[in-house]
């Protein structure tokens, strides 16, 4: 059977993207592994949230002029997430 990532899922995995350093909307969506739909959708939910940022290029690139940047909320969520996941981990751990 094929595992279906949540959309919480697919979320922090945009985040984790974006706080890796793929910052213009494509190498976003390829790093996550999601549709354009899907991307643009969750983008605008993330930048909804204040977790995310479209910001200017410093390169000037004319073909992306804007792209995205983690803000402090969102490295303090996916800090959280990753802490909670070693939780998890560490009490299912085989001895």
Partial sequence: MKYRRSTAEILLDI???VDMDYR???RIMYASNVSWVTIVRNLQILMDRELIEM???PRKSKRTPKIYKITIKGQQLLKETRRSFDLVEELFREE
Avoid: D, G, Q, S
């Fill in 15 to 17: 985040l984790k993207a």
């Fill in 24 to 26: 213009t909307i494509t």
């Fill in 55 to 57: 910001v200017e290029n």
